[in-house]
C-alpha cells in the first residue's frame, strides 16, 4: 500500500491547520459574546449542568467526525494504490475448439471436451468457444469468458459424444450439406469465429480434432483454410486419432494436416488413445502459456475502501452530531 | 418632589424636615468625634485642639439630610441588563436623578463604592460638580477588569463609617441573599433610612432570553443560553430566579426597606418616583 499523490497530504494537514485557525479566530455570526451578571442563575441549575456535559459530548463527536472526515478524504484524494505483478499473456488468450463431430471422431472429442471442462475451471481471463461440424459447421457457442455458462455448455457437449448416448440433437445443423467432414469449411468457420479489428492484442488458437477424412466437396481446402488462420493470426493444434504413420512411412491424409498446423505455426499431435488427450491439451496450454509469457505488468490499484469508509463514518457521526449539538 | 425623611429632625436648622425641637434655640453644642463622611467644615477645630481627635459639632452634622449612594462597582455592573443596556449606565442614571432631587433640595450627597480589591468613599457635599464627580467615578469604577461583585463589602464598610444617620440608596443588581448581607441590611436599617434600587440582569432563560452568545463576567466562561432552549431547564430557571427574587424582597419587606426594579434606562425615572412615593408612604 502507497500513496501515488502523497505530497497532497502535508498540503492538504497545512490547508486544514490554517482553516482551523481561521475558524478559531473569526467571531461568531452574533458578533462578540455580551458580559452577563449572576449567570449563575443559570449555570448552577442541576439540569444545565447536564445539558452542558451533553453538549460537549456531541460537540466532541462532532469536531472528531469533522476532523475524521477531512483526514480520510485527504487519504482517498492522495489516492492509496497497491501494485501487483501479472503476466499478460495468461489472461490474453482466445481458444476455440473445433471438432469433427462424423462418427469416426465422437470418443477422441468427448476427450477434447472432457479436458477443457476440467481447464476451465482454471480459466481466468481466457476466452473460449466451441464450434462443431461435420458437413456444415455449428457454433456451439461464441468465444466467452463465461466460465459457468461454458462449463455448462461442456458437460452437455460431453454427454452428448458419450457413445452411449441415444440423444443426437446436440449435433443438429451438421448435415445440412452432402458429404461429410468438410474440414476447410469446419476450420474456416472456427477461424471466423474470432472477432475482427486490427487492434486485437489476444493470441488466437483453434484446437482442431478430426481424422482428416474428408468426404465431399467442401469451399475450402484444408490448404485454403490453413491460409486464412494464418492471415487472422490464429495458430492451429491438431489431433488426429486416426495417423496411420508408421516409422518412415507417412500417412498422406495425416501429414496434409500436419502441414497444415505447421503454416499457422502451430502443432500436430498424433493421438494413439482418447486417454493421451489430456495431457496433449496441457502441453498445448503450455506451449501457448511459454509463448504468450511477456515481460511482467506491474498493475496498478486503487485502494480508497479504508477511508472512504471511514469517511462514510465520520459523515455519520456528523450527521448525529448536528442533530443533537444545539447551534 | 424630594427624598422624604420619616424620622423627625432633631437639629434645629433642618430646613422642611419636621423638627422634635420646638421653640427658640437652645444653642445646643454637642460634640461627637468625626467619622468619615462628616463634612470637613463641620469640624470644631477649638475643640479638636483641645482634645487632640477631630471632634464635630452634632447639630451641625446632623442639619442636612445626607444621601448616600452605596454602588457596587464591580464587573457585574458592566454587564448587561435586561434591557440590553450596560447596567451601569441604568445606575448612573439613578445615581444622577436622586442625586438632583437630594441637591434641589438642599441636601448632600455621598458615595461608598467598590469591588472586593476595595471601598472606595467620597464624602458628602451638597453641590452639582461633586454629584457630577461621583457618577464618573461609578462609571470609571464599574468596568469589566474591575474586581468581582461583592455587595455585602460596600454595605459592612457603610455600616462601619457612618455613624449618623443617613438616607441610603442601594444601588445593585439581582443580588443572591446570604447570611452576610441579611446581617449587614439588619444593622443598616437600624442605623440609616434606606431605598434599595435593583438593577435587573439580562434574562437568561425563557421568552425574554437574549439569543446571544454571552459569557460570565464572574469566571469570564461561556454562557450557553442555547441550552436554556430546553422547556425543563428554562421552568428549572424561572423557579430558581423566582426564589432568588423572593429572598431579597422578604428581607427588605421585613426591613420596611423599598425597592425600585430598573430593566433598562427608559424605566428609571417612573421607577423611581414610584419608589418614592412608596418610601414617602411607608411607616
Redesign the interface.
Known amino acids: 500500500m502507497e500513496l501515488k499523490f502523497w505530497w497532497l497530504l502535508p498540503v492538504g494537514i497545512a490547508a486544514l491547520a490554517a482553516a482551523v485557525v481561521l475558524a478559531l479566530r473569526k467571531p461568531?455570526r452574533?458578533?462578540?459574546?455580551?458580559?452577563?451578571?449572576?449567570?449563575?442563575?443559570?449555570?448552577?441549575?442541576?439540569?444545565?449542568q447536564r445539558?452542558?456535559a451533553a453538549?460537549r459530548r456531541w460537540l466532541a463527536l462532532g469536531v472528531a467526525s469533522v476532523l475524521l472526515l477531512a483526514g480520510s478524504l485527504l487519504m482517498a484524494a492522495a489516492r492509496p494504490v497497491s501494485a501487483s505483478t501479472t503476466i499478460p499473456g495468461q489472461v490474453n488468450r482466445d481458444i476455440i475448439l473445433c471438432l469433427d463431430v462424423s462418427g469416426s471422431m465422437v470418443g477422441t472429442d468427448e476427450a477434447i471436451v472432457g479436458a477443457f471442462a476440467e481447464l476451465v475451471t482454471r480459466f481466468k481471463g481466457e476466452r473460449i468457444g466451441l464450434t462443431i461440424f461435420d458437413s456444415s459447421a455449428v457454433q456451439v457457442f461464441p468465444l466467452t469468458d463465461d466460465y459457468e455458462f461454458v462449463a455448462e455448455q461442456l458437460a452437455a457437449a460431453k454427454k452428448a459424444m458419450n457413445k452411449d448416448t441415444a440423444n443426437f440433437d446436440f449435433f443438429a445443423g451438421t448435415y445440412q450439406q452432402p458429404g461429410s467432414s468438410l474440414i476447410g469449411d469446419g476450420l474456416a468457420s472456427c477461424v471466423t469465429g474470432f472477432p475482427g479489428g486490427d487492434g486485437q492484442q489476444r493470441s488466437r488458437s483453434i484446437v482442431l480434432s478430426t481424422d482428416n477424412m474428408l468426404a465431399g466437396k467442401p469451399l475450402f481446402t484444408l490448404g485454403e483454410a490453413a491460409a486464412l488462420a494464418k492471415a487472422s493470426k490464429v495458430r492451429i493444434y491438431s489431433l488426429n486419432p486416426n495417423d496411420y504413420s508408421e516409422g518412415t512411412y507417412a500417412d498422406p491424409v495425416a501429414q496434409g494436416l500436419k502441414d497444415a498446423s505447421a503454416t499457422t505455426g502451430g502443432a500436430y499431435f498424433p493421438l494413439t488413445s482418447p486417454a493421451a488427450v489430456k495431457s496433449i491439451v496441457a502441453a498445448v496450454q503450455g506451449t501457448e502459456a511459454k509463448r504468450l509469457n511477456g515481460a511482467a505488468v506491474v498493475t496498478v490499484a486503487d485502494r480508497p475502501d479504508v477511508p472512504l469508509g471511514l469517511g462514510l463514518l465520520a459523515l455519520a457521526g456528523m450527521g448525529v452530531a448536528a442533530w443533537k449539538v444545539?447551534? | 418632589m424630594y427624598i422624604f425623611a420619616h424620622r423627625k429632625a432633631r437639629g434645629l436648622l433642618e430646613g422642611e424636615y419636621a423638627s422634635i425641637f420646638h421653640g427658640r434655640s437652645l444653642d445646643f453644642e454637642d460634640l461627637r468625634t468625626y467619622v468619615p463622611g462628616d463634612e470637613v467644615r463641620d469640624i470644631d477645630w477649638k475643640a479638636t485642639a483641645r482634645v487632640g481627635t477631630p471632634l464635630v459639632k452634632r447639630h451641625k452634622a446632623t442639619r442636612r439630610q445626607q444621601l448616600l449612594f452605596v454602588v457596587d462597582t464591580g464587573r457585574n455592573m458592566a454587564a448587561i441588563a435586561r434591557g440590553g443596556e450596560t447596567k451601569k449606565d441604568i445606575a448612573v442614571m439613578a445615581m444622577g436623578i436622586l442625586g438632583s432631587l437630594a441637591l434641589n433640595h438642599g441636601d448632600q450627597v455621598a458615595l461608598v463604592h467598590g469591588d472586593p480589591r476595595g471601598t472606595h468613599a467620597l464624602p458628602a457635599q451638597g453641590t452639582e460638580r461633586h454629584l457630577e464627580g461621583l457618577l464618573q467615578r461609578v462609571d470609571a469604577a464599574a468596568t469589566l477588569g474591575a474586581g468581582e461583585s461583592r455587595l455585602a463589602g460596600q454595605l459592612e464598610y457603610a455600616a462601619a463609617r457612618f455613624k449618623r444617620r443617613m438616607l441610603l440608596v442601594v444601588l445593585a443588581d439581582e443580588v443572591a441573599v446570604d447570611a452576610r448581607i441579611t446581617k449587614v441590611m439588619r444593622r443598616l436599617a437600624a442605623q440609616h433610612e434606606i431605598l434599595w434600587v435593583q438593577i435587573d440582569d439580562a434574562e437568561l432563560a425563557g421568552a425574554e432570553a437574549a439569543a446571544r452568545a454571552s459569557y460570565d463576567v464572574a469566571g469570564m466562561g461561556p454562557v450557553l443560553t442555547v441550552l436554556a432552549a430546553d422547556l425543563e431547564l428554562a421552568r428549572d430557571y424561572a423557579r430558581d430566579a423566582a426564589a432568588r427574587a423572593e429572598a431579597l424582597t422578604g428581607l427588605l419587606v421585613s426591613r420596611g426597606i423599598a425597592m425600585a426594579r430598573i430593566g433598562h434606562t427608559g424605566q428609571v425615572v417612573q421607577s423611581l418616583f414610584a419608589l418614592l412615593e412608596r418610601h414617602r408612604r411607608a411607616q
Open positions: 461568531g452574533d458578533g462578540a459574546p455580551v458580559p452577563v451578571a449572576h449567570a449563575d442563575r443559570l449555570t448552577a441549575l442541576p439540569r444545565y445539558a452542558l453538549q444545539r447551534p
